[in-house]
């Protein structure tokens, strides 16, 4: 009810100030004459006002009053509030944060007397000080009541920031141990014999085993028991069951005192289907035979807790091998993470987003990813075997298992989550773990979290904060690729001795193990978290090295990035936490010559690898390099700073380009399938090329900006020829151009034709300045009277030339011009002029066929080596690339005009144009496409293995086992892949002698 602001009563705006909600109700529960002590008292009010719900807080203490037998109970328990602050908020803040105590204390007024106690002994009792509070129950009713008083401190110590919320999780499991050994005690006085014929062991799982149990939870447990007196195991079976069973009920049958909480055996072998109790050596055979990789996770948390406490620890000490060895078993962590995903899809719908437990980002993620982490690795390093969540937590961050940052994040999320839940139970003491929809409870919740200002806000906001931290390092850490390799090891490789090192080094193939393990031993030893990562990395890249034809290379590649960026906190991180960055960078050093060594010059190109935030192998486009070195130019103080830096992107960008072909070519553990090769070769043709273009633009405006600032006197493009026009660069390829300018108006023809010719001379300059970088050389041999012409012509003089001089050859070799850089609308003006000469009308005549052939022809007796193997050649030899190029440019210069699919600077288009033209069967042109696509992934292998270019496979069979490996043929099958190549260009052959000499 809304009060007039004239009629409000002082004590009315009182309690407004402190946090009522319904002071009005507040105001007149004050009115009795027994609690004008609290209306009179500041402090009272005040510290009612700091309680979750101040309303529900005076409620409960109004009932607790009345409660009281006698007018004096009651004035002592106002005056002890009154002058004891340690009681004054402990009760308060109880009775604001839980109407199912304040019902407890309605109903046993008395033991208000439990939070008097404010001792240092006193704050963190322990599983004994539970069992003296629980000593005097005689039956299930007097249990429960002595249970509740227990619950009452451990809450009182929580609401008031005594304890943490793992401290209080770990009290209430010690109050459920406590518990346990109550009731098993008082099943064992109802039924002495059965107490005395078996030993019985009780095994805390779950929650409880972790010591980080809620405040309403099923106990998990499952039950051990042997003979004792001589017994016939039979009997002792059943008398322990008996006994086990009578134990269960005391505390979870519900009485007028309520319920304790339910016992749950479920865990036991077989589920609800097996024996409640079984002999120690019935579980073993049991995990050792049938248990499913559920089970053994339920393991990591059991704990002897009641009963036979040397059979307990039998049981825990027998089972702990398996436990730790689950690891090794078959599709053991896709089995863990399916079934994570299955508790995700068996959540109602309307309740996902609520689940403070099971829903994504909720305490689940945290409990699964962590427990999976140990029991990977923990077979190896005993320091993760701990049931307790955040312990393990923050044993897997000291061993470098998790990032520190990480691990500070998961940390906090699942302190705040466990609070919430802690807080939410706590209210009715109800099994629940759905996040209130109400504005009143979300007002108390936020309150008891400490979050006042604006509580039910505040507590949405952190809340989602939390469990979108904890949803993206669960998915980070859960399902990195690296967990489910470091699982498949053996158990002695997780973590490498110097004897199981140079024994996997011999058997994985290591031709020179000693070297390998020196490499091993400088990288590992060590106590440094540096060392204790590379450790857990080691194993697992010691196998993908040894995947590739040369792994002793991969391992001392390794060693060097290491070396170079071992102290940059964020290098073994990504190797560790991000995606497939480990087994990209296994593949790319143990590759072959090109990659590792683009990778030594600029080792933070290792970035590149992983799947976060500026990571990533798709390449660049050509807008995007040229804007990056375009940039770069304009702040370099000269040329050569500029080319230095245009070097630097370049660099870099072969790395990408080059690493994304080798893992695409080796295939990887989140993409085992290869793709296309003919995707992986237009991929490695459009990057390259591309990133010529961009470098050649970043040249030419550092050429310019150096001689004559913004503008240069003449207009002036770059024409690129070739494969470089074709976007078929290789890793090793020249780029062949043409140079063309005009002069601007009224600028003197002479003084164009000098600036013109001066940048010509400094670009090239410029590129071929000595530099460790793969040599960028560009080659102007394509252009008017080749090398006795001049360098660079104005657009009048190529167009006076090619109307009066022009060659077959020439039209031939403008079949792959295009703009690549400088003046876009000179660029475009060149390609009109010369497309008369390409796609001439009507196509050749005959005479002009004979010559191309005739050039054909000379071209390989005159280039070819002597000696080479014609059936090996992947330029010059039989149905390599100048057999299908030759053939597919003859059909562009027959057909252009008439074709305009045929218009096209690159091979593969003009073949498919042809095909849809149908100049060619759909079968030759797959064949000849298969051999351009084969001869062309066949020179960049060799330029990646040898890090040199070269036309024809390796001799050096370690070389040639390497490109075996980057086209497919696994060890061994080198042989094969030469009888493939030749297979596969004889049939290309058989094509060209078909279209290019006989039609």
């Not at 307990?312 to 690891?327: C, D, I, K, R």
């Not at 009715?428 to 929809?437: A, D, F």
């Not at 194993?539 to 993908?544: D, I, S, Y």
């Not at 500026?614 to 050569?640: C, F, N």
Request: proline share 5%.
């Amino acid at each position: 009810m809304t009060v007039p602001q004239g009629r409000r009563s002082s004590t009315f705006t009182r309690l407004l100030r402190h946090g009522f909600t319904d002071p009005s109700a507040a105001e007149r529960l004050l009115e009795s004459a027994e609690l004008a002590p609290v209306r009179a008292d500041p402090v009272l009010l005040e510290a009612l006002g700091g309680t979750a719900d101040p309303d529900l807080a005076l409620r409960g203490l109004v009932r607790l009053l009345e409660a009281q037998p006698t007018p004096a109970g009651r004035r002592e328990l106002l005056d002890t509030l009154i002058a004891a602050k340690p009681l004054r908020d402990r009760l308060l803040g109880v009775l604001g944060a839980s109407a199912a105590l304040a019902d407890h204390l309605a109903r046993h007024p008395g033991d208000w007397y439990a939070l008097v106690t404010y001792e240092p002994q006193d704050l963190h009792p322990g599983v004994e000080e539970f069992e003296r509070q629980l000593a005097d129950a005689t039956d299930p009713v007097s249990l429960r009541v002595a249970y509740r008083r227990c619950l009452l401190s451990i809450a009182a110590r929580d609401v008031c920031g005594t304890t943490e919320v793992a401290e209080t999780a770990a009290e209430l499991a010690d109050l459920a141990t406590a518990t346990l050994r109550a009731a098993l005690a008082l099943a064992g006085a109802a039924a002495p014999d059965d107490a005395a014929n078996c030993r019985l062991a009780v095994i805390a799982m779950g929650k409880c085993g972790g010591h980080e149990l809620n405040y309403v939870s099923d106990v998990d447990v499952i039950f051990v028991g042997e003979t004792a007196n001589g017994a016939d195991e039979r009997k002792a079976l059943q008398a322990a069951t008996r006994l086990a069973s009578h134990m269960m009920r005391i505390c979870s049958e519900t009485t007028v005192e309520g319920s304790i909480w339910p016992v749950d055996a479920n865990l036991r072998p077989e589920g609800r289907n097996g024996p409640l109790v079984r002999t120690l050596s019935s579980h073993l055979a049991y995990y050792q035979r049938w248990a499913k990789t559920w089970e053994f996770q339920a393991l990591l948390k059991a704990r002897p807790v009641a009963g036979d406490r040397d059979l307990g620890e039998q049981y825990v000490t027998t089972l702990a091998p398996l436990v730790w060895g689950a690891a090794e078993r078959e599709n053991f962590v896709t089995d863990v993470q399916k079934m994570r995903r299955r508790v995700v899809a068996n959540i109602p719908a309307g309740e996902v987003e609520r689940e403070l437990k099971l829903g994504p980002g909720g305490l689940r993620d945290v409990e699964f990813a962590v427990q999976l982490l140990q029991l990977v690795h923990g077979r190896s390093d005993t320091s993760l075997r701990s049931g307790t969540t955040l312990d393990a937590l923050k044993a897997l961050a000291a061993g470098g298992y998790v990032g520190r940052t990480d691990a500070v994040q998961l940390d906090e999320a699942y302190r705040f989550l466990r609070s919430m839940e802690h807080r939410i139970q706590l209210f009715r003491l109800r099994r629940t773990h759905l996040v209130p929809e109400g504005e009143a409870d979300l007002r108390r919740l936020g309150r008891s979290l400490g979050l006042r200002t604006g509580p039910v806000e505040e507590l949405l906001r952190e809340w989602k904060r939390h469990t979108g931290v904890v949803r993206r390092l669960h998915e980070k850490l859960f399902y990195r690729p690296l967990l489910d390799a470091v699982a498949q090891l053996a158990p002695g490789e997780a973590r490498l001795s110097a004897e199981a090192a140079r024994e996997r080094l011999v058997a994985l193939g290591y031709a020179d193990p000693a070297t390998a393990l020196r490499h091993l031993e400088a990288l590992a030893s060590g106590v440094t978290r540096k060392a204790a990562i590379q450790r857990t990395l080691l194993p697992v890249l010691l196998g993908w090295f040894a995947d590739s034809a040369d792994p002793d290379a991969g391992l001392l590649n390794f060693r060097k990035v290491s070396d170079a960026l071992g102290k940059t906190p964020w290098y073994l991180r990504l190797l560790r936490d991000e995606g497939a960055a480990a087994e990209n960078l296994a593949r790319v050093l143990s590759a072959g010559r090109l990659a590792p060594d683009l990778l030594m010059r600029a080792p933070e190109a290792v970035a590149l690898l992983g799947d976060g935030e500026g990571g990533g192998l798709e390449p660049r486009g050509r807008a995007q390099l040229e804007q990056e070195i375009l940039a770069a130019v304009r702040r370099a103080e000269s040329a050569e700073q500029a080319v230095t830096v245009a070097r630097g992107v370049r660099r870099r960008e072969l790395f990408r380009t080059a690493a994304a072909d080798i893992v695409g070519s080796y295939g990887s553990e989140d993409a085992p399938a290869r793709p296309d090769q003919g995707e992986l070769i237009d991929l490695v043709g459009g990057a390259v090329s591309d990133l010529t273009a961009a470098t050649l633009a970043g040249t030419l405006r550092a050429v310019v900006r150096a001689g004559w600032g913004d503008t240069l006197p003449t207009r002036f493009a770059v024409i690129g020829m070739g494969r470089f026009g074709g976007h078929e660069l290789g890793y090793g390829s020249d780029a062949d151009v043409l140079f063309v300018h005009e002069p601007r108006e009224g600028v003197d023809e002479r003084e164009a034709g000098q600036a013109a010719n001066k940048v010509v001379a400094e670009m090239r300059r410029l590129l071929q300045l000595p530099s460790t970088d793969p040599p960028l050389l560009i080659d102007a041999g394509l252009r008017p009277e080749g090398k006795s012409g001049p360098l660079v012509r104005t657009l009048a003089s190529y167009e006076a030339y090619y109307r009066r001089w022009s060659l077959v050859w020439e039209s031939h070799a403008l079949l792959r011009a295009e703009p690549v850089a400088g003046d876009e609308d000179l660029g475009r003006r060149f390609i009109e002029l010369i497309d008369p000469l390409r796609y001439p009308a009507q196509g050749l005549g005959g005479e002009a066929v004979r010559e191309i052939r005739r050039l054909k022809a000379r071209m390989e007796s005159e280039r070819l080596p002597r000696g080479a193997d014609k059936t090996l050649h992947t330029k010059l030899g039989r149905g390599g690339l100048s057999d299908v190029e030759w053939t597919v440019q003859l059909l562009q210069l027959r057909h252009g005009w008439a074709e305009p699919g045929l218009r096209t600077t690159r091979t593969r288009a003009a073949l498919a144009a042809a095909r849809e033209a149908g100049l060619m069967s759909e079968e030759d042109t797959a064949i000849l496409d298969e051999a351009w696509v084969l001869a062309s992934r066949v020179r960049n292998a060799v330029m990646l293995v040898r890090g040199r270019a070269a036309d024809t496979f390796p001799s050096e069979s370690r070389e040639l086992a390497a490109v075996g490996r980057y086209l497919g043929y696994g060890p061994g099958h080198v042989g094969d892949m030469l009888d493939d190549y030749r297979r596969t260009t004889r049939r290309a052959r058989a094509v060209v002698e078909e279209l290019f000499y006989s039609s």
